[in-house]
């Protein structure tokens, strides 16, 4: 029996080739956009579950209130870890981890190998995380100075084997001995590290014991059976208690909290995070991918159902022959299946095809592989099932449910069900239109993000990086001068950091009245020129003198918004006092600047706090004339290799880098723009075949008003009227949930668009403008048909 209704299935889908095509391609590219959202967001779920005992890891993060606003910190203070072990038997294991970013140089056998992602960390830090050691022991590798422990993929760099196990490599000039090799760390983690290194190697600096000072990621690993909410709230106020003792050190509130290892990558949100996605990607992902795969399914069924109405007297005849409303019921259900089961195969055909696309506008590398895992396989099985169920069901109990006499009088008039097939329509188009108004919405917001005044000059910028130990504190004047006898180079400065780059963050506390102030303040560290070679402006006081170690030592210069926070005006705010560093500094106000963008658009200017001690510069910015770019750069490589040799020679420019912080919003733009399209193909499709078969059903009523002389144009008026109506209204439909969606979503924004009359209007037109491109071919094809031909029509 069901060998029977396969086989006539077969011949139904074979008989009607063109519908069944489109039916089956608009459910492939819905059931291939939701496979690659399985595996995209299968893939963010992952993060850092590769760790044994995840569940019971954990990173200590910071809150500290200063000012009455409180700011989340994903590093926190030295002696942290030390202490939580020391004191508290729910802590099995803790170490810190002191993360150095900046490209380091190692040197083998006179060659020069650079790699990013050095950690200073304890060694106890293997026996919470789950680093795979192919050679050394993990008790031991970083109990010594000078220690190192390296990956394979660095092993094989640079020894040209994966057993590097007691060799000698020469970092920044310094020996040290590789005590471990481990298996390349896998991507999906929060903390990328290249490189670990002896906690020992720092040398015991000042701020390795200051309460006051976040500079280091702390992990732990809870005991079994621990009630970890009981325990977040007792070591809540563990480092104010600590700093009580300290009457010089800031006033503000410090209180840490948990976070779970591998929830950090999505959900976290902190300042100093390394590596962490935007929290509401998987959420718009699944919703995308719900609403494509019903748009699909939507599209089915309203072509199914028209489809089978041509199968009137089919239904008829067996039912006078005895076939039973269930039997008809599962034939119809097979033939679903049959269909989605062919839909199926295509979407991992086009899947197979687009991932390459979609891993360079993502900036991923997944590969149709990652669905091979028994987990998935239910999902999919089950998703297909869900498919099978709602896009079959509808067709298959309307048909089946026709009485005989009913069924053989037809003579393909379209049934009741009119109204169900609208509410389809509009669906989808309404489902198509938010996603069409989401990718406007998200496409102006980047675009103002890139053309927002940043407060300085960005432009003809070119910076070098100088890192790890060098000349660059002692002889930057003549390195500066050096630079400069480059033809084509305009203007010199250092700085610890480029604006962009960030900036770090520490507690600064005005000597003003009784109850002096506290603020979290980020600083910089810049020469005399930097102001006026990024074209910042001056607003009250003076910059730094050249080479002055009064001003070195100090003096320093902020930003409105700091005096702001601190409720100064900015005229007032000069010779004033405030203690800020490691040492508890006092500085003298000489200046105040205007308020510009030392990190990416996505945050607001927070209170900066700029100095001159030459010690912290780590940073060239050339400003170059554009007409020469490839001779400066050639010729600043020979400048920068005479003054640091063994250094790697890197720059960047710096609009450049500024357009490359943008990167996650571009990609979120980039998903949304292509599942917008996708959705509109499938809808597109979808309308084309029902439009294709209600100018069937009408072929005589057409002929008929011909006939009756209707012209050509007002066939195709009809035609269109018929539709563009429902596309009016799913517009009505979705846009005000599309705007409250989107509006939520510009909230994250400090400088944000607001949702004008101009996108709303640019929706409705290009919803319509698709809607009128594809009915028109048919439209026209039944306008200019032959009325003679048309009343014959049966």
Same mark, same amino acid.
């Given at each position: 029996?069901?060998?029977?209704?396969?086989?006539?299935?077969?011949?139904?889908?074979?008989?009607?080739?063109?519908?069944?095509?489109?039916?089956?391609?608009?459910?492939?590219?819905?059931?291939?956009?939701?496979?690659?959202?399985?595996?995209?967001?299968?893939?963010?779920?992952?993060?850092? %579950?590769?760790?044994?005992?995840?569940?019971?890891?954990?990173?200590?993060?910071?809150?500290?209130?200063?000012?009455?606003?409180?700011?989340?910190?994903?590093?926190?203070?030295?002696?942290?870890?030390?202490?939580?072990?020391?004191?508290?038997?729910?802590?099995? $294991?803790?170490?810190?981890?002191?993360?150095?970013?900046?490209?380091?140089?190692? $040197?083998?056998?006179?060659?020069?190998?650079?790699?990013?992602?050095?950690?200073?960390?304890?060694?106890?830090?293997?026996?919470?995380?789950?680093?795979?050691?192919?050679?050394?022991?993990?008790?031991?590798?970083?109990?010594? =100075?000078?220690?190192?422990?390296?990956?394979?993929?660095?092993?094989?760099?640079?020894?040209?084997?994966?057993?590097?196990?007691?060799?000698?490599?020469?970092?920044?000039?310094?020996?040290?001995?590789?005590?471990?090799?481990?298996?390349?760390? =896998?991507?999906? @983690?929060?903390?990328?590290?290249?490189?670990?290194?002896?906690?020992?190697?720092?040398?015991?600096? =000042?701020?390795?014991?200051?309460?006051?000072?976040?500079?280091?990621?702390?992990?732990?690993?809870?005991?079994?059976?621990?009630?970890?909410?009981?325990?977040?709230?007792?070591? %809540?106020?563990?480092?104010?208690?600590?700093?009580?003792?300290?009457?010089?050190?800031? %006033?503000?509130?410090?209180?840490?909290?948990?976070?779970?290892?591998?929830?950090?990558?999505?959900?976290?949100?902190?300042?100093?995070?390394?590596?962490?996605?935007?929290?509401?990607?998987?959420?718009?992902?699944?919703?995308?991918?719900?609403?494509?795969?019903?748009?699909?399914?939507?599209?089915?069924?309203?072509?199914?159902?028209?489809?089978?109405?041509?199968?009137?007297?089919?239904?008829?005849?067996?039912?006078?022959?005895?076939?039973?409303?269930?039997?008809?019921?599962?034939?119809?259900?097979?033939?679903?299946?049959?269909?989605?089961?062919?839909?199926?195969?295509?979407?991992?055909?086009?899947?197979?095809?687009?991932? &390459?696309?979609?891993?360079?506008?993502?900036?991923?590398?997944?590969?149709?592989?990652?669905?091979?895992?028994?987990?998935?396989?239910?999902?999919?099985?089950?998703?297909?099932?869900?498919?099978?169920?709602?896009?079959?069901?509808? &067709?298959?109990?309307?048909?089946?449910?026709?009485?005989?006499?009913?069924?053989?009088?037809?003579?393909?008039?379209?049934? %009741?069900?009119?109204?169900?097939?609208?509410?389809?329509?509009?669906?989808?188009?309404?489902?198509?239109?938010?996603?069409?108004?989401?990718?406007?919405?998200? @496409?102006?917001?980047?675009?103002?993000?890139?053309?927002?005044?940043?407060?300085?000059?960005?432009?003809?910028?070119?910076?070098?990086?100088?890192?790890?130990?060098?000349?660059?504190?002692?002889?930057?004047?003549?390195?500066?001068?050096?630079?400069? $006898?480059?033809?084509?180079?305009?203007?010199?400065?250092?700085?610890?950091?480029?604006?962009?780059?960030?900036?770090?963050?520490?507690?600064?506390?005005?000597?003003?009245?009784?109850?002096?102030?506290?603020?979290?303040?980020?600083?910089?560290?810049?020469?005399?020129?930097?102001?006026?070679?990024?074209?910042?402006?001056?607003?009250?006081?003076?910059?730094?003198? &050249?080479?002055?170690?009064?001003?070195?030592?100090?003096?320093?210069?902020?930003?409105?918004?700091?005096?702001?926070?601190?409720?100064?005006?900015?005229?007032?705010?000069?010779?004033?006092?405030?203690?800020?560093?490691?040492?508890?500094?006092?500085?003298?106000?000489?200046?105040?600047?205007?308020?510009?963008?030392?990190?990416?658009?996505?945050?607001?200017?927070?209170?900066?706090?700029?100095?001159?001690?030459?010690?912290?510069?780590?940073?060239?910015?050339?400003?170059?004339?554009?007409?020469?770019?490839?001779?400066?750069?050639?010729?600043?490589? @020979?400048?920068?290799?005479?003054?640091?040799?063994?250094? =790697?020679?890197?720059?960047?420019?710096?609009?450049?880098?500024?357009?490359?912080?943008?990167?996650?919003?571009?990609?979120?733009?980039?998903?949304?723009?292509?599942?917008?399209?996708?959705?509109?193909?499938?809808?597109?499709?979808?309308?084309?075949?029902?439009?294709?078969?209600?100018?069937?059903?009408?072929? $005589?009523?057409?002929?008929?008003?011909?006939?009756?002389?209707?012209?050509?144009?007002?066939?195709?008026?009809?035609?269109?009227?018929?539709?563009?109506?429902?596309?009016?209204?799913?517009?009505?439909?979705?846009?005000?949930?599309?705007?409250?969606?989107?509006?939520?979503?510009?909230?994250?924004?400090?400088?944000?668009?607001?949702?004008?009359?101009?996108?709303?209007?640019?929706?409705?037109?290009?919803?319509?403008?698709?809607?009128?491109?594809?009915?028109?071919?048919?439209?026209?094809?039944?306008?200019?048909?032959?009325?003679?031909?048309?009343?014959?029509?049966?």
């Amino acid at each position: 029996m069901m060998l029977n209704y396969l086989k006539v299935a077969y011949r139904n889908i074979k008989k009607q080739l063109g519908f069944s095509a489109i039916n089956v391609t608009g459910l492939a590219i819905g059931i291939a956009c939701v496979l690659f959202v399985i595996i995209y967001v299968n893939r963010l779920f992952s993060y850092d %579950k590769y760790h044994t005992d995840y569940e019971s890891i954990y990173r200590v993060g910071l809150n500290i209130t200063s000012n009455n606003e409180t700011t989340g910190y994903a590093i926190n203070v030295p002696p942290l870890a030390p202490t939580l072990k020391s004191q508290y038997t729910q802590v099995e $294991k803790a170490a810190r981890v002191f993360y150095w970013n900046s490209t380091r140089t190692i $040197k083998h056998d006179d060659k020069l190998f650079y790699e990013e992602g050095f950690a200073y960390t304890d060694n106890e830090l293997f026996d919470i995380l789950s680093y795979n050691f192919t050679q050394g022991d993990p008790k031991t590798a970083l109990v010594k =100075p000078l220690s190192l422990v390296i990956p394979k993929r660095i092993s094989n760099k640079i020894f040209g084997t994966p057993y590097s196990l007691n060799k000698t490599l020469n970092v920044d000039g310094m020996d040290y001995t590789i005590t471990g090799v481990i298996e390349d760390i =896998p991507d999906n @983690t929060h903390l990328p590290v290249g490189i670990f290194v002896s906690m020992d190697d720092l040398n015991n600096p =000042p701020w390795l014991n200051s309460w006051d000072w976040p500079g280091m990621y702390t992990y732990i690993k809870v005991k079994d059976g621990v009630d970890v909410a009981e325990f977040e709230n007792s070591i %809540k106020g563990i480092i104010s208690k600590s700093l009580i003792i300290n009457p010089s050190a800031p %006033k503000s509130k410090y209180e840490i909290f948990l976070q779970l290892i591998s929830d950090i990558y999505l959900t976290s949100d902190l300042e100093y995070e390394l590596s962490v996605a935007n929290p509401q990607l998987p959420i718009m992902l699944i919703t995308i991918g719900i609403f494509i795969l019903a748009i699909a399914c939507f599209n089915y069924i309203n072509l199914a159902t028209v489809r089978m109405i041509k199968r009137f007297k089919e239904i008829g005849i067996r039912k006078i022959l005895g076939a039973g409303r269930f039997q008809l019921f599962l034939q119809f259900i097979n033939e679903s299946s049959l269909m989605i089961f062919f839909a199926s195969l295509l979407a991992l055909l086009i899947l197979n095809f687009a991932l &390459p696309l979609f891993n360079e506008l993502a900036e991923v590398d997944y590969h149709i592989s990652m669905l091979l895992n028994w987990k998935l396989i239910f999902i999919i099985l089950g998703l297909l099932f869900a498919i099978v169920i709602i896009s079959g069901l509808y &067709p298959a109990v309307t048909l089946s449910s026709f009485s005989p006499s009913k069924a053989l009088a037809s003579k393909g008039m379209v049934f %009741k069900g009119n109204h169900i097939r609208r509410i389809l329509v509009i669906g989808q188009f309404a489902m198509s239109v938010g996603l069409i108004f989401g990718a406007l919405v998200v @496409t102006s917001q980047i675009d103002h993000l890139k053309n927002q005044s940043l407060g300085f000059n960005k432009e003809s910028k070119i910076v070098l990086p100088v890192n790890g130990r060098s000349s660059l504190p002692f002889e930057f004047m003549s390195i500066k001068d050096d630079f400069r $006898k480059i033809p084509g180079v305009n203007n010199v400065s250092v700085s610890s950091m480029a604006p962009g780059q960030g900036a770090g963050s520490l507690t600064t506390k005005s000597l003003e009245g009784n109850n002096p102030i506290e603020q979290m303040m980020y600083y910089n560290f810049i020469d005399s020129d930097f102001l006026t070679f990024y074209d910042i402006n001056i607003v009250a006081g003076r910059n730094f003198y &050249p080479q002055s170690s009064k001003d070195q030592n100090e003096s320093c210069i902020i930003n409105k918004s700091a005096t702001t926070a601190f409720g100064w005006t900015n005229e007032n705010a000069i010779g004033k006092q405030i203690v800020t560093g490691l040492r508890n500094t006092t500085k003298t106000i000489v200046g105040v600047v205007d308020d510009f963008h030392y990190r990416g658009m996505q945050l607001q200017v927070d209170p900066l706090i700029i100095e001159s001690d030459p010690m912290m510069f780590t940073s060239i910015s050339l400003s170059a004339n554009t007409a020469a770019l490839s001779q400066i750069v050639e010729q600043t490589e @020979t400048v920068f290799n005479s003054r640091f040799a063994g250094k =790697p020679f890197d720059y960047f420019f710096l609009d450049e880098y500024w357009n490359g912080l943008y990167k996650s919003e571009e990609r979120t733009g980039n998903i949304l723009n292509i599942f917008t399209l996708l959705s509109i193909l499938i809808a597109s499709l979808g309308l084309f075949g029902l439009v294709s078969f209600i100018a069937e059903t009408k072929t $005589k009523e057409i002929g008929v008003r011909k006939a009756l002389g209707c012209t050509t144009l007002g066939i195709i008026f009809l035609m269109i009227s018929r539709f563009i109506k429902w596309i009016v209204i799913a517009n009505i439909v979705a846009l005000p949930l599309a705007y409250y969606t989107m509006n939520n979503w510009l909230q994250d924004f400090p400088y944000r668009i607001e949702i004008g009359i101009s996108i709303i209007l640019l929706t409705v037109g290009l919803s319509i403008a698709m809607a009128v491109l594809t009915i028109l071919y048919q439209s026209i094809k039944s306008a200019i048909a032959n009325p003679v031909k048309s009343l014959r029509y049966e």
